[in-house]
């Protein structure tokens, strides 16, 4: 009971819901996400592909993840003085329109993913980033990107609190789980509750803004490699527990 209580006040106070002009916001709140290609191309995306692989460089910023093949930089921002700044002209009034937040909290992830067996895709698998709280993400890809380089996907719809509640029942699971195995995505679409994943291929400097209150995952990379940078946008500070 507590749990449904979370996610309807969560629901109430979620801007989003009451902003009906913006048609980014709107494809937020029906689908979960939003697609622009070319967002930054020729030289601007080549100069920012440089400073990010030269941070690189510094393993002191470096966090390795999903079994040694997701090397990320959090906070790149705070951390290394690293700015993508059409990224966040874009990004801030936009989140203005989602969240009430008066003053709200943001990073940059720098996210470089390699090929190789065992590697579990960025973000370690199926999940929701809350499974209370709509979420607010940007990601920019910095490299090309096909269906084996390790795509961003999102169930479409799911960010909606109705597929919270049906998820949870189709799968004997409690409200506030927010991982999820490749079964249980199968199960769901096999039982009509989600739709099948979309899959986001771009050629590099393509961006996708999602509420990753939505089931999502870095699709398992099976060849080459993928780098982005992510924005976060939070309201109240979080930002100190990815550093460590």
Known sequence: MINHLKLLLSEIGHKGNFIKSDEIINSLNTKGYYYIPDFIIDEELKLIKDVV????SNDDLVKIESNGFDKRIYGADERANFAVPK???????????????SNPFHFLLLGWITSGKGNLGSGGGWHRDSPFAHQFKTILYLTD???????????EGSNNWRNNLSVAK??????????????????LVKKGVIKEPQTFTS??????????????????IEVGERLAVTRYHFHKDVRSKFYK
């Open 145 to 155: 990107v096909t269906e084996d380089n390790g795509p961003f996907q999102f169930v």
């Open 53 to 56: 692989v030269d941070l690189y």
């Open 203 to 220: 050629k590099a400097g393509g961006l996708i803004i999602a509420d990753t209150r939505g089931l999502h995952r870095g699709k398992p």
């Open 87 to 101: 990224l966040n002209d874009k990004s801030n009034p936009l989140y203005s329109k989602f969240s009430f937040t």
């Open 170 to 187: 189709a799968l004997g699971k409690s409200l506030s789980d927010y991982r999820f195995t490749n079964d249980d995505i199968e199960l």
